[in-house]
């Protein structure tokens, strides 16, 4: 018998994966659903490991389909949503941002709905917890850092997708009372990260001998977070966080784009054998991405000190990792980057990549 049941939404893709690999090993007497809709980003391949585990299964569902939402409700009766699931490559949001409305605004108040419905304002032991994003507070220009008080400015359709999505949440629990936690964090990277991304992008083209697409002058600045640190962040704020509160997730890891490409040029100039200086040379610099926010910087300090949470690894270890990780799972990378993910490339860009 299960002690609670757990709908985890987008588990096919990136964090999802890792959020789903951790539960579902370190809470053996939870139901744990993993509801995703395998769109060009989720990938069953991600989380055949966990296939066999009693206390795991898998529902193939778009959040985007209100009536499938309650039935799933009704049906798996979850008392804890963890909701990952969106569209969430900031390029394809400017050239499809309807994409983004339907799936991180429509499908996250379909869900509301649907907790709020089964749920019937019994609330006691119920949550729904919301991961976001720090793109929602906007661009830093002049020094500072993201607190979980500053004002939301986000300046791409992604991020005001995502804005939207965090406002309706904290709406659904002002006005009817539902239970929920918000969490927004920086740039995610490690294994199993869809190459549309920076890191797997770059890590891919260097294996290729193609392009390293750099926009504009690599001046934009990052702040990169190891995946299973964002993941045990995320079990952290779901069994100790406090009802109606956010908290932002960062690794105090600040990187320059043409830095950061750099450091992996290096990196793989090494694991590849490679004269040194070699990788550099593929560095292209390209059109910038429209609205190209400049710097994002998180202040963890409330989830530090109210959850004694902290980054586990430092990014050189963990970017050796990642690369580790590409290197010996080509068939991985082949398979995702077959048919459409070559499609959007030649679209995202053209003859410069
Ligand atoms: P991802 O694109 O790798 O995975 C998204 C998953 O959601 C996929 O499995 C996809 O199939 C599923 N999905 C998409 N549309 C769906 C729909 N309509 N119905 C059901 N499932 C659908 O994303 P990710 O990078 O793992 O991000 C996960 C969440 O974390 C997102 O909400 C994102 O905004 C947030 N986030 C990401 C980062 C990051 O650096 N990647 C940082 C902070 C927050
Ligand atoms: O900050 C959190 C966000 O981080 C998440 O909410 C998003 O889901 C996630 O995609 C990520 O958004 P970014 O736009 O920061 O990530 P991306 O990997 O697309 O780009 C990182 C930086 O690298 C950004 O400044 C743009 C730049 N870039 C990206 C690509 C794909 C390039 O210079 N060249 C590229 O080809």
């Not at 039935?71 to 309807?98: C, Q, T, W, Y």
């Not at 920076?198 to 190891?226: A, Q």
């Not at 550099?280 to 000190?305: E, N, S």
Request: contains cysteine; charged residues 20%.
């Amino acid at each position: 018998m299960h002690s609670r049941t757990l709908l985890i939404t987008g588990g096919a893709g990136f964090i999802g994966s890792h959020v789903l690999r951790l539960f579902v090993n370190k809470y053996p007497q939870y139901r744990i659903i993993n509801l995703d809709a395998l769109t060009y980003a989720g990938n069953l391949e991600n989380l055949r490991d966990l296939e066999q585990a009693p206390n795991y299964a898998f529902v193939k569902a778009d959040i985007r389909d209100a009536a499938a939402m309650a039935k799933i409700f009704a049906e798996h009766l979850p008392d804890g949503v963890i909701h990952l699931a969106a569209e969430s490559h900031v390029d394809r949001s400017i050239s499809n941002p309807m994409a983004f409305v339907e799936t991180n605004v429509t499908g996250t108040v379909n869900l509301l709905n649907a907790a709020r419905e089964a749920w019937k304002g019994k609330f006691e032991g119920k949550r729904f917890y919301h991961v976001s994003t720090d793109e929602v507070y906007g661009s830093l220009h002049d020094g500072g850092f993201f607190l979980e008080t500053t004002p939301y400015d986000p300046q791409s359709p992604y991020s005001a997708s995502k804005a939207a999505s965090d406002h309706f949440v904290r709406a659904y629990g002002n006005t009817y009372g539902l239970p929920f936690v918000v969490s927004n964090c920086s740039n995610n990277y490690g294994s199993h990260q869809f190459p549309e991304k920076l890191i797997p992008l770059m890590i891919h083209n260097l294996r290729e001998g193609k392009p390293l697409p750099v926009y504009g002058k690599g001046e934009n600045v990052r702040d990169w977070l190891w995946v299973e640190d964002h993941a045990r962040a995320i079990d952290l704020i779901f069994h100790q966080g406090v009802n109606g509160e956010t908290y932002n997730i960062g690794g105090h890891n600040e990187w320059k784009n043409i830095d950061l490409v750099h450091l992996l040029c290096s990196i793989m100039d090494r694991k590849l054998g490679r004269a040194s200086g070699t990788s550099a040379k593929q560095i292209t610099f390209v059109t910038d991405r429209a609205g190209h926010d400049l710097r994002y910087a998180i202040d963890a300090g409330k989830i530090g000190r109210e959850l004694g949470w902290k980054p586990g690894i430092t990014f050189e270890a963990g970017l050796e990792r990642t690369v580790d990780w590409y290197l010996a799972n080509d068939p991985w990378l082949q398979a995702v980057t077959s048919g459409a993910y070559r499609d959007y490339y030649a679209a995202q860009y053209g003859k410069q990549g």
